[in-house]
């Protein structure tokens, strides 16, 4: 991107956005993050309240935002299961009336806008890995079609704000990111599993373990989205962006173990309804088109992670 642009990041307070705005901010723009504060914590964003080109606004993205701004990254919305099936007309409202707004907002300030999408537009799928040609196999009646079809439906609006009104677009699928800062509590199967090792409790496996994902760290993640974001305005998407070496759960929760030094043993809890039993990301379009492939081992993000939930449950 240009130098000193002015860049919204909704979801700011966030895991991944709080990552964000520090990043664009060390590359001299100016950040106005947005976030209601659902998932986010301020805690997240702390260090960069007092930074001259950073501002924060509470602000539910659910209604219109009228502010002046070059680029938009769009990632509000929880992300979690736990957090987006706790109140899924929420998180419906969220995705699709959130880029309503968002992309209106691009429309009149002729921004260039980002879109979190998710691999979870793949459900789960039947083509392994996937591609992002792959329509997907998504329940839309289930407990997680609430995120599943809301990302969907935020992809379908993308698409027509880009064709019906030329607003410029870049659409992003992310495959699951850990890293430090993401909630303790959130659920989500990297920060439970290190959280029980570190508390030596039991780590709670769902189902048999044997379902698979893939593992990006979140600083690989966010090459990715500079990448995209640098590209021409005929390039934009969607695109996988997640880390293409597939470990089961079991083999996830075995490296924690090891990783904690843990006395945490193994337990089986039942596996929540339209759990994907594979994920893996195709990334040859990422290649070609952004150079881009993650660089770092799920063994070394893990340490990193591992050494942000010590620091955070000790304070
Ligand atoms: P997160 O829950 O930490 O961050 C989401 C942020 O959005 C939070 O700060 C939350 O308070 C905010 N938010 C939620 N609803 C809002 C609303 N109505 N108005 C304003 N702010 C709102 O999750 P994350 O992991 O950082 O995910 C960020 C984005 O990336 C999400 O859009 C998510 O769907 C997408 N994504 C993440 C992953 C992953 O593995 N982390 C994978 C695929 C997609
Ligand atoms: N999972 C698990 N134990 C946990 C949390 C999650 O076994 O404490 C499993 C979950 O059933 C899924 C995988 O780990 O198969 C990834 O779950 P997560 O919620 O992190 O992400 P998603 O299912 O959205 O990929």
Do not use: W
């Given at each position: 991107m240009r130098a000193s642009r002015r860049v919204l990041v909704s979801g700011g307070a966030g895991f991944i956005g709080s990552h964000l705005c520090e990043l664009l901010l060390a590359e001299g723009h100016e950040v106005l993050c947005v976030d209601n504060y659902f998932t986010g914590w301020r805690r997240n964003i702390e260090h960069l309240v007092n930074k001259p080109r950073f501002e924060l606004m509470r602000h539910d993205v659910t209604f219109p935002l009228y502010v002046e701004?070059?680029?938009?990254?769009?990632?509000?919305?929880?992300?979690?299961?736990?957090?987006?099936?706790?109140?899924?007309?929420?998180?419906?409202?969220?995705?699709?009336?959130?880029?309503?707004?968002?992309?209106?907002?691009?429309?009149?300030?002729?921004?260039?806008?980002?879109?979190?999408?998710?691999?979870?537009?793949?459900?789960?799928?039947?083509?392994?890995?996937?591609?992002?040609?792959?329509w997907g196999h998504v329940n839309p009646l289930g407990i997680r079609a609430c995120y599943d079809e809301g990302k969907r439906a935020a992809e379908t609006l993308f698409f027509d704000y880009h064709r019906q009104h030329k607003v410029r677009i870049k659409v992003a699928r992310i495959f699951n990111t850990y890293g430090p800062r993401m909630h303790p509590n959130d659920g989500r199967v990297v920060s439970n599993f290190i959280v029980q090792a570190l508390t030596n409790t039991d780590i709670s496996i769902y189902g048999d373990g044997n379902q698979t994902r893939s593992f990006c760290y979140v600083t690989d993640l966010l090459d990715g989205f500079m990448k995209l974001m640098a590209t021409g305005d005929d390039f934009i998407g969607p695109v996988n962006l997640g880390n293409p070496v597939e470990f089961t759960i079991r083999q996830l929760a075995e490296l924690v173990i090891e990783l904690t030094d843990s006395k945490s043993k193994l337990i089986s809890l039942p596996l929540p309804a339209d759990d994907p039993r594979q994920r893996q990301p195709d990334i040859t379009l990422a290649r070609s088109a952004l150079q881009w492939e993650p660089k770092v081992a799920l063994r070394d993000g893990l340490k990193e992670t591992i050494d942000y939930f010590r620091k955070l449950l000790a304070s």
């Open positions: 701004v070059d680029d938009i990254f769009n990632l509000a919305c929880p992300a979690s299961p736990i957090h987006y099936q706790h109140d899924p007309v929420q998180t419906l409202k969220t995705s699709v009336h959130g880029a309503i707004n968002m992309l209106g907002l691009a429309k009149r300030t002729r921004a260039k806008i980002f879109q979190a999408s998710t691999s979870e537009v793949y459900g789960d799928p039947t083509v392994h890995p996937q591609p992002e040609s792959y």
